[in-house]
């Protein structure tokens, strides 16, 4: 037993709250124990999914943050176009629905045990464990980061939340004639199009308020990654002479004093320094034994989301090694989310396991404050190769950029938000 | 000739038959493929503000037309003609089966609010 006598209450009160709202009088949590580590778009849907799928199994989440900050729609706030507040929600739906909610980080986990330590001090068992981290950011990769950072006067604004309000700062005070950089790593890196719509965004502000102000991409990709056509029509149609790309440009020193860039050929100095470092998987994916791949990256079996390296812990979302044409996205962690939660569940009980997978991603990227372009794959799980390979035929990007596409892009936002979080 | 088209033909009989039982092993096999379309849709089909629309509670032949026109390309879109070409008519005739089985009511969380 190594569930601590204070969580023990937390659960019942929990499970006692779930029945007298359901009027369901049966006994929860008895079937299994599930801990899940992070409630991003990964842990909050596996949470869900778990308990939704299963009432009678006890879902514990463990999460560092107060609120849900979307990564997904959150550049529209460098745009200026929306606020913050409007990417951020609440996680009483997961209450709700029955999950018990620990506000706290996980700092270690022991895979014998099967305990997870918490930073408050906290020991909490489990037979499932589904660890949902995110990226962490590979600093050691430019010289001066972490020192730029904490001065604020660089940032990376990667992770959404006070460094993208920060950045929107940083822009606003910025003299009209000014140059914002935004620096990208090698891929993989969380969210493909994200750095192509950010310049969109920042270019938008500057088109309307800042008109002599100029946009720098400095991209260590030899090209752009994601929707690269609709991406360089609307920088020239929407932009032109506002944003200028640059592949090939991998910083690898940054001077806050300064405000310079170096990249492997020149020194660039701006007046906004937004330099996003390579990722890896989030921390505790490390602490627990579960990277694979280039000391980055969590190896799963694609039809349980099971770590490759330890038993009865799952990994989902951005911090997995991504299979090949795989995003790391809202979408694509959210569907690891649903495949993860019933293969957990089929374990615990004893179940057979699915042994078909099927993964859908679709993504929106914002060009203005209301044009809008997709990309979309469908992945199947293949038994021969034991990985997630694109379905041939399917898929694709939008014709164009359109105000149609932005209505579905909010439509896709309501719904991904309600489906990972209600 | 005839040969090798009876052995494709048996192939694919075989093959089709293995699929099959392959989904016939996880009593949860179309909720599996339908959780790939709640992304968007909205956890069992009920969409949040409908865009894009609800598919639960909607009537199996219909969705099941649906997706073959988008697969098709008879029917115009955004992305769905995109999507629906990664799934075989099998799957779509699971996935539409599902969502026709789905009542709204039963499914739907105490609280939609601010979404």
């Known amino acids: 037993m190594t569930i601590s006598r204070r969580d023990f209450i937390k659960w019942v009160s929990a499970t006692a709250g779930a029945a007298a709202v359901s009027g369901c009088a049966t006994t929860s949590g008895s079937a299994g124990r599930v801990i899940v580590i992070g409630a991003g778009y990964g842990g909050a849907t596996a949470a869900k999914y778990v308990k939704m799928w299963a009432p009678d199994i006890a879902v514990t989440v463990v999460e560092r943050g107060a609120e849900f900050i979307s990564c997904p729609i959150s550049n529209l706030v460098l745009g200026g176009s929306i606020q913050l507040k409007d990417v951020t929600h609440g996680y009483d739906g997961l209450k709700k629905r029955g999950v018990t909610l620990v506000r706290d980080e996980a700092v270690s986990v022991d895979p014998v045990k099967r305990e997870v330590r918490l930073a408050g001090g906290n020991v909490l068992g489990y037979d499932r464990l589904i660890v949902s981290p995110g990226i962490d950011f590979m600093y050691d990769a430019i010289r001066n980061y972490q020192q730029a950072e904490s001065s604020g006067r660089v940032l990376h604004a990667w992770k959404a939340g006070p460094q993208t309000v920060a950045l929107r700062k940083q822009l606003e005070a910025m003299r009209d004639g000014g140059v914002y950089i935004l620096a990208m790593p090698l891929a993989p890196y969380r969210c493909p199009p994200g750095p192509y719509e950010r310049v969109c965004q920042v270019a938008h502000y500057f088109k309307t308020a800042k008109p002599r102000s100029k946009v720098l991409l400095l991209d260590a990709n030899p090209d752009v990654t994601s929707k690269g056509a609709l991406f360089k029509a609307a920088w020239k149609g929407l932009y032109g002479g506002i944003i200028e790309y640059r592949p090939n440009s991998n910083v690898v020193e940054v001077d806050a004093s300064s405000m310079t860039v170096k990249t492997d050929f020149e020194n660039l100095k701006g007046n906004v320094l937004n330099v996003v470092p390579p990722h890896k998987a989030g921390l505790i994916a490390e602490r627990a034994g579960l990277i694979t791949a280039n000391n980055r990256w969590c190896g799963i079996d694609w039809l349980t989301a099971e770590s490759l390296a330890q038993k009865n812990i799952h990994v989902l979302g951005d911090a997995t090694l991504s299979a090949q044409a795989m995003p790391k996205s809202a979408s694509m962690a959210n569907q690891h989310a649903k495949v993860c939660a019933a293969a957990v569940i089929a374990l615990i009980k004893g179940q057979p396991v699915n042994p078909i997978s099927m993964l859908m991603n679709a993504c929106y990227s914002f060009v203005s404050d209301k044009q809008v372009i997709h990309v979309t794959s469908v992945h199947a799980y293949d038994a021969s190769q034991k990985t997630m390979l694109p379905v041939k035929g399917a898929g694709g990007v939008s014709d164009k950029a359109s105000e149609l596409e932005g209505t579905y892009a909010w439509g896709w936002a309501r719904n991904i938000w309600a489906d990972t979080l209600v | ?115």
């Not at chain 2, 089709?16 to 849709?41: I, K, M, V, W």
């Not at chain 2, 894009?52 to 969705?63: I, M, N, T, V």
Request: hydrophobic share 40%; proline share 5%.
């Open chain 2, 1 to 115: 000739m005839r040969s090798h088209l009876a052995l494709c033909a048996a192939l694919v009989i075989v093959f089709g038959a293995l699929t099959s039982s392959a989904y016939a092993q996880d009593p949860n096999a179309a909720r599996s493929l339908a959780a790939t379309c709640f992304t968007c849709h909205g956890t069992d089909g009920i969409s949040v503000g409908g865009v894009p629309p609800s598919l639960a509670g909607q009537d199996k032949k219909y969705l099941l037309q649906q997706m073959k026109d988008f697969k098709a390309g008879k029917r115009p879109a955004t992305i769905m003609h995109q999507q629906a070409k990664g799934y075989s008519d099998e799957q779509l005739e699971q996935i539409a089966g599902y969502f026709a089985a789905v009542k709204p009511a039963a499914t739907a969380p105490a609280s939609r609010g601010g979404y």
